[in-house]
């Protein structure tokens, strides 16, 4: 039976880093979740199925955190020892946060009809350039081992990434 990885690029031959091939990861992911799939183990001992219900979970984790962009971010800083839990005031442009407090109120401000779309589809426009621009500036951070920058934009991505799905929220709830 399969076993457990150093981590979890490793576990889906990927080289550890940002951008990744996210075709090779969901190739492997299916690959792999077919030799541990707990149904497989049905019939087995106690041990066996305990073992490919545990390997399963740790794929499921594994490849949610790789597949996402915020995820994978922090997992990556994780890896180098620095702690994403702890956010610092310094850590924190307080210009970024007038800026999401601004956003987060025209959102909010918009009406609940479909007269709204243009203004969101605008919104969601600008916050996945910001996204885009700020995760290739934390690929770029992450490269250099710039860890105290790219744990700043890690913060910053986590805000975007809630943005954007307030945005996406709000656009269905109209649709």
């Known amino acids: 039976m399969l076993s457990i990885a150093d981590n979890y690029f490793s576990q889906f031959e990927l080289p550890v880093g940002y951008d990744i091939d996210l075709d090779r990861l969901n190739g492997q992911?299916?690959?792999l979740q077919t030799i541990v799939h707990p149904d497989r183990y049905a019939a087995a001992e106690d041990e066996q199925r305990l073992q490919a219900i545990k390997l399963s979970?740790?794929?499921n984790e594994a490849y949610e955190t790789l597949k996402s962009p915020l995820r994978r971010a922090g997992y990556l800083l994780q890896m180098q020892g620095v702690?994403?839990?702890?956010?610092e005031q310094s850590d924190l442009d307080p210009e970024l946060l007038f800026e999401q407090l601004r956003l987060r109120e025209s959102l909010a401000e918009l009406p609940k009809d479909e007269s709204a779309l243009e203004r969101l589809e605008e919104?969601?426009?600008?916050?996945?350039?910001?996204?885009a621009q700020r995760q290739r500036e934390f690929a770029d951070?992450?490269?250099?081992?710039?860890?105290?920058?790219?744990?700043?934009?890690?913060?910053?991505?986590?805000f975007l990434t809630k943005l954007q799905a307030e945005i996406e929220k709000a656009e269905d709830a109209i649709v």
Request: avoid cysteine.
């Open 141 to 158: 951070f992450l490269a250099e081992a710039s860890l105290g920058q790219a744990r700043k934009l890690f913060h910053e991505l986590q």
């Open 57 to 59: 979970s740790y794929l």
């Open 29 to 31: 992911f299916r690959e």
């Open 123 to 131: 919104l969601h426009h600008a916050t996945s350039a910001k996204l």
């Open 83 to 87: 702690d994403i839990e702890q956010v």
